[in-house]
């Protein structure tokens, strides 16, 4: 059996024209990762970042590298009530990246503190907030009261690792043509796009034969900034998948899936729509991942009238580019 050969463009020939870090809100975990009193590192955004569960129940995170001797302190680092113990000297951090205490010190230097992240956590997500200028928050994040509902099953988790950047995961949502080519579907969808400043949201309708049973399939989805989006899948099974693309670094992401199907259904019916949901979706994502790790971007694409609102897309992404924000969309 021989392996199939995995081509892939070299990093710095995708030629892209977008920044791999945009101004958003950026999942960098699940909340059942970091229990109360627990430490994490965790890469993403071209650095290296700690993740701490308080006492008090609330998550914190820091820039990793402790500005004494260099250790990281989410390798072997303490949580010591609400706060952080470095591993190396035991000097104590906390949430604000303050250094409350050095334990064979009199004094604390000024300058003895870390970067902090502000820090949402819903829907089961650790969320930190990303500005490529350097602004607070200029938008939330919502909760979507179904992740967590006894009406909806438990998250079935997906974690994927790929060579390329946000955007074109983003942008295949609204890549009418590929649906029909790549996934095999018997048309290209009927697509609403429609923006709204930080918020896109589109309905898909996509007709699918199966076993010999022609349906239609609509699905919702709603993004909120760069890297967070939720589908619901209307139907006799309903089921919803969030999705986060995390950049770790310039040229890799982590893309984070949760998919939860309605309890509606009975019990059996429900666990079967929920493997066959996660498989369909990882299946057809995993069609994406080979062409996102190979292809280039071309900033100005040839298009055709069936291809979607890729450029309306576009326009819309600009607003999370450095320099950009809330009032490049007003412009839109
Ligand atoms: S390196 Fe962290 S306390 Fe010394
Ligand atoms: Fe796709």
Partial sequence: MSTPIQIRTRDD???????PYPSSWIQIGWSHEVGRGEVRPRRALGRELVIFRGQDGQVRVLDAYCPHLGAHLGVGGAVIG???RCPFHGWQFDGSGACTKIPYASKIPGRARVGAWTVRE??????????????PPWFEIPE??????SEWTRPRIYETTIRTRWREL???????GHFFALHGFPEPPELEFRTDG????????????RFG??????????????????TRGHGEAPFMVLGCPMPIDANTIIHRQAVIVSRRLPPLVRSAVARFVGWTA????????????????????????????????RTWARQFEPGAGPASAAAE
């Avoid at 983003?170 to 009418?176: A, I, K, L, P, T």
């Avoid at 930080?198 to 034969?209: C, E, G, L, P, Q």
Wanted: aromatic fraction near 12%; glycine fraction near 8%; proline fraction near 5%.
């Fill in 82 to 84: 609400d706060e952080l």
């Fill in 198 to 209: 930080h918020r896109f949201s589109m309905t898909s309708r996509v007709r699918w034969r």
């Fill in 122 to 135: 819903v829907n089961g997500q650790i969320l930190v907030w990303h500005d490529a200028d350097g602004r």
């Fill in 144 to 149: 979507v009261p179904e992740f967590g509902s």
């Fill in 170 to 176: 983003v942008e295949n949502g609204v890549d009418r």
């Fill in 13 to 19: 020939e995708k030629n892209y024209d977008f920044s």
């Fill in 282 to 313: 990882m299946r057809e994502f995993r069609r994406d991942v080979p062409i996102w790790q190979n292809k280039v971007v071309i900033p100005r694409p040839v298009l055709c009238d069936g291809d979607g609102p890729i450029v309306r897309f």
């Fill in 213 to 230: 049973v022609e349906r239609t399939v609509t699905l919702d989805i709603d993004g909120y900034g760069a890297c967070f989006a939720v």
